[in-house]
């Protein structure tokens, strides 16, 4: 087998069930580390926001880039690490994941730390729209597709509402591609690509609602992404570059990057972003930066799926605090944003019910790194709290 995943060992200490595969699959256990990153980009950015660091140019431009990234490599993990069960098993000529074990699995994955902390917010600092006749649409993933709910509640759960939309679509997915070649299913991967890149090019040309690029509709192009890195996994393609080079993955990554924010780069920072966003942009920029961003995730991915340990890429994933940081990803990703606002605001953004702790007056823009460490210390502390008494209780039971 020519991929880093393993499963442990004797002796080895088992995975915790947040990250264990489904039984008889491998596991990749840099991806914990992949999350970590990507956790880390949506807190910093955040952070930056409440700073006013991104009015800086430079530094702004490259921090709204990695944490506008961070969610889409959210979903290339999910797209990778979700789908290469099914593929697995059709390749071996084994019988598919059971979609009711599938469901289940996912389900005590996602709903009781985020019905915690909608619940535990909602009564105390008080996030708006939760008890309200819309509550529904936060507590079952559907604040997304209307504009009055789309920031209220956890903001940061639009997200989720993807996730869950790509959970449900897998399956029927799977079905569809059972009878295909290995050929034929990168030639459908590709096309949902093209279909979600297509969308998000119509939506930046204002020919329909941007709310259908922030669905999974325009979203599916980086799950393709990771989805066609798992059919690569099972057919035991290891690229060479990646076996004998993974050092110029990340490399490639980072000139994309850079290519990224010069393409993304506005003149008046954040309010410059904010302006970008509601202006019409032409056809090549809007496809040049679909292009850039798959170009990152994806070789940021690569040496996550092939493994080479003496290599820096992969000596940077092993790293035990950042695989620690994706194993209490979720609750940091949900509770983050939350803590930052009362940590800085001396008065409650979105309708707190109680006033933040005023660190915004004495946080200039030169003391950004205060803030983010308190909202890092802050968020992961309550986070593995979530992760040990609310999360593990359920995950000990996917395989029940």
Known sequence: MTTAAASPGRGAVAPSPAVAPPPGNPRFPLFDSLRGLAVLAVVVYHVFVFTT???????????????GSGPLLFFAISGFLLYRPWVAARVAGN???????YLRRRALRILPAYWFALTALAIWPGITGVFTEDWWRYYFFLQLYDPDTLVKGIPVAWTLCVEVTFYLALPLWALAMRRLSVRAEFGALATLAAFGAAVQ????????????AQSLLGQSTWFALGMALAVVSVAEVRPRAVAAHPGMCWAGAGAAFVAL????????????????????????????????????LALVLAPAVWDAPARLPQRVLGSRPLAALGLISYGV????????????????????????????DRISQGATPLLLAATLA???????????????????????
């Open 53 to 67: 660091v991104l009015n800086r140019r430079g530094i702004g431009d490259a921090v709204a880039v990695a944490g």
């Open 95 to 101: 019988p598919p994941p059971r979609t009711g074990r």
């Open 201 to 212: 090019v119509a939506a930046g040309r204002e020919a329909i609602d941007d709310m259908l």
């Open 261 to 296: 924010v010069a393409l993304r780069a506005q003149p008046d920072g954040l309010f410059g972003i904010l302006i970008g966003l509601q202006t019409v942009q032409p056809y090549p920029k809007l496809l040049a930066d679909v292009v850039l961003t798959a170009l990152v």
């Open 333 to 360: 990703f949900l509770w983050h944003l939350t803590i930052a606002e009362l940590l800085i605001l001396p008065e409650r953004p979105h309708d707190f019910a109680a006033q933040g702790l005023g660190l915004g």
């Open 378 to 400: 802050a968020s992961c502390a309550v986070a593995a709290l979530s992760y040990r008494f609310v999360e593990l209780p359920f995950l000990r039971r996917k395989e029940g």
